[in-house]
């Protein structure tokens, strides 16, 4: 199954979506608090699949997603990210994502997509 890198500034979120991922069979491989560690851990770590939040200090989530597609062109990342980013999530695709995920997700969504990658 997919390894999975977790990208979240709030810790609750990084937690409901590891529980949700392992369930399904994904291996959560790590997680990062911020768009720079997020790119760190993604070299070290080789995911399969990232999911990335957008807004989050130090590097925000499209930064993040730009130098990881510079490091990895084929690198799947999936935005998760508040209902009302909407603008974002054009400049997102821009950067590289392959996907987005609105929160508040529903476990059936955040599996299709994350499937279909």
Do not use: C, W
């Amino acid at each position: 199954m997919a390894s999975v890198l977790i990208v979240d500034d709030a810790a609750f979120m990084r937690t409901s979506l590891k529980l949700m991922l392992e369930k399904n069979g994904f291996t959560v491989v790590g997680e990062a608090d911020n768009g720079a560690a997020a790119i760190q851990k993604y070299m070290e770590l080789n995911p399969n699949i990232v999911t990335m939040d957008i807004t989050m200090p130090v590097l925000d989530g499209i930064e993040a997603t730009k130098k990881i597609k510079e490091v990895d062109p084929q690198a799947k990342v999936v935005i998760v990210s508040a209902m009302g980013q909407e603008s974002y999530v054009r400049d997102a695709v821009v950067a590289g994502a392959k996907n987005f995920i609105v929160k508040p997700f529903k476990e059936e969504h955040v599996l299709k997509v994350l499937n279909s990658l």
